[in-house]
């Protein structure tokens, strides 16, 4: 059965990284895609990026300058940093998998297991 | 990114029929995926591609699309259908975006 983990601190200083590590049990990270995900309270859900298994990334625009996901294979995990954070990256983030299906020749990106999620405060 | 439209409230009677809709410009290029999401709970996939319900999903779940707009259908509501909805989907530049969401409640 997959299972993905959020760990991490749950505050953070404004202006401070935010790290945040997922691990896969169940599974292997060498495979299909992987996302960071989150929702800040009383709001939606927000796609931060993801990191295919050959390491390239694709980035949500408007974090795009502050965001970094990376993956360690040896490990079973992928890692989000953001940096210089503020109040409003204050969130419940979530991790994903990410898998790839054909239609007719399209493509369908679609995320089936997901973390439990983090709360992760900024807060000085 | 694109961005993806929807409702932000929609009701159902118990037991009757709802839509939900998603519009945006990436959806005439790629399939709409629907989440539900419960109060303090992850996103739960129900439909992803075309019209697919991953294991353990009702059949009451059913996603359908045409232009730049897709819809999930919820056929005989019942009590714990109520959630928050969000659809998702790709774009050319391999982006992703989720809609706002629509909250679902089951009179």
């Known amino acids: 059965q997959v299972q993905l983990q959020e760990s991490g601190p749950g505050l953070v200083k404004p202006s401070e990284t935010l790290s945040l590590t997922c691990t896969l049990s169940?599974?292997?990270?060498?495979?299909?895609?992987w996302s960071w995900i989150r929702q800040s309270p009383g709001k939606g859900l927000e796609w931060i990026g993801y990191?295919?298994?050959?390491?390239?990334?694709y980035y949500n625009p408007s974090l795009k300058s502050r965001v970094t996901i990376s993956v360690d294979t040896s490990k079973n995990q992928f890692s989000l940093k953001l940096t210089s954070v503020t109040a409003a990256d204050t969130a419940v983030y979530y991790c994903a998998r990410g898998l790839v299906t054909y239609y007719y020749g399209s493509g369908i990106y679609y995320h089936d297991y997901w973390g439990q999620g983090a709360l992760v405060t900024v807060s000085s | 990114s694109s961005d993806l439209t929807q409702d932000p409230a929609v009701s159902v009677a118990l037991g009757q029929t709802v839509g939900i809709t998603c519009q945006g410009d990436s959806l005439r290029n790629y399939y709409a995926n629907w989440y539900q999401q419960k109060p303090g709970q992850a996103p739960l996939l129900v439909i992803y591609?075309?019209?697919n319900r991953p294991s353990g999903i009702p059949d009451r779940f059913s996603g359908s699309s045409s232009g730049n707009t897709a819809s999930l259908t919820v056929t005989g509501a019942q009590a714990e259908d109520e959630a928050d909805y969000y659809c998702n989907s790709r774009d050319n530049s391999g982006t992703e975006v989720f809609g706002g969401g629509t909250k679902l409640t089951v009179l």
């Open positions: 169940g599974g292997s990270i060498s495979t299909y895609y």
């Open positions: 990191i295919y298994n050959t390491g390239r990334t």
């Open positions: 591609g075309k019209n």
